[in-house]
């Protein structure tokens, strides 16, 4: 059986964010994809240090010094068979705990072990205020991901105004991914 992980940020368990979350998980479980869910804002993330010269073990052993619940994490992420990335919009940008998390994968992962690379992975970014900076926030995972690698199948944009019917379509959104998880990209 394939393992998706979801990897989600907003301090919200019923939020929009949630809501999104739980509907893309429902289309994978639908289609037999075991799921792997990380609430990031319920975990223990400090940010990086930059230790010594900007570079720590992170860049030659892709490992972080600071304990905390960064490692177990990425252990999960680099067993897993996909990855969906969902975060509220803050300020046109992934919220600081994704962003705490996100810049000390990058830094592990993104020069000496590239364990994530080629990973199929699917952005979602909600934006329950103006929607603003929806965009922005997807750009920015965007280049997260390309530093790492990783093979993005879809960028999902849910704003408070689409979200009737975002939402259903997150559900198909994620039968979609399950097929490309067992698959591969058609
Ligand atoms: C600090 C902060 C910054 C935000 N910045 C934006 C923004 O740039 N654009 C936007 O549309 N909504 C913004 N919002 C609204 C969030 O996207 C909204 O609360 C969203 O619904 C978060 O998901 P949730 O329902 O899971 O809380 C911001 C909210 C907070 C708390």
Redesign the pocket.
Known sequence: MKNVTVIWS???TD?????AKNMFVSGLTEKGIEVTDIHLNAKHIEMCKACGDGWGTCRNEGTCVIQDDFAEIFETLKKTDGIVWVT??????T?ECFKAFFDRLRRCDAFSNRTLADKKCVLIA?????????VE?MAQMERGMNHLGMRTFDRIPV??YNKDYMLPALQSAGKSFADCVENGFK
């Open positions: 907003s301090p919200n939020g929009l964010t949630a809501s509220a919009v803050y300020w046109q940008d919220t909600c934006a329950g205020g103006s929607g603003r900076g929806t926030c704003v408070r």
